[in-house]
């Protein structure tokens, strides 16, 4: 009956420090995730004049923690011919690939955001900027 008393109360202890612990990194994640939602919210665009671009492919990143870009664009004859996907991470939330082909088909960073994924969508368009801004 001791030995099971004892038994009983590690089992508690282990269960108590298994709880604790899940609480603790789900609260550091919790506030992690907050942060890169009020980074990429706060991203700001820049209007590029594809006429100020010359032709050439150009390499582009943005990096907001869980969400991250880094795209190849090409200019030819001051006109994005096309932007390919090198790296992208968007966390836990939708891809957002297909805007890359909106901003081709508009030539221009300022398109609508992908339904569902508008982190993505926005850490894209910033690498797409990034690129056409040096």
Same mark, same amino acid.
């Given at each position: 009956? &001791?030995e099971e008393n004892r038994?009983?109360?590690?089992?508690?202890?282990?269960?108590?420090?298994?709880? %604790?612990? /899940? !609480?603790?990194?789900?609260?550091?994640?919790?506030?992690?995730?907050?942060?890169?939602?009020? #980074?990429? *919210? !706060? &991203?700001?665009? /820049? #209007? &590029?004049?594809?006429?100020? %671009?010359?032709? =050439?492919?150009?390499?582009?990143?943005? @990096?907001?923690?869980?969400?991250?870009?880094?795209?190849?664009?090409?200019?030819? #004859?001051?006109?994005?011919? #096309?932007? @390919?996907?090198?790296?992208?991470?968007? =966390?836990?939330?939708?891809?957002?690939?297909?805007?890359?082909?909106?901003?081709?088909?508009?030539? *221009? %960073? @300022?398109? @609508?955001?992908?339904?569902?994924? /508008?982190?993505?969508?926005?850490?894209?368009?910033? !690498?797409?900027?990034?690129?056409?801004a040096r």
């Amino acid at each position: 009956m &001791i030995e099971e008393n004892r038994a009983v109360k590690i089992a508690m202890i282990v269960l108590l420090v298994i709880v %604790v612990s /899940t !609480a603790f990194i789900g609260g550091r994640y919790m506030k992690s995730v907050s942060q890169n939602k009020k #980074e990429i *919210s !706060a &991203i700001s665009f /820049t #209007e &590029i004049d594809l006429a100020d %671009v010359p032709d =050439g492919v150009y390499q582009g990143e943005y @990096d907001a923690g869980q969400v991250s870009a880094k795209v190849q664009v090409m200019v030819k #004859e001051h006109a994005i011919e #096309e932007i @390919d996907l090198l790296k992208h991470r968007n =966390g836990k939330g939708q891809s957002a690939e297909k805007i890359l082909d909106k901003m081709v088909e508009k030539q *221009s %960073v @300022d398109v @609508d955001a992908v339904s569902g994924a /508008t982190c993505s969508s926005k850490v894209l368009r910033k !690498a797409v900027e990034n690129a056409l801004a040096r």
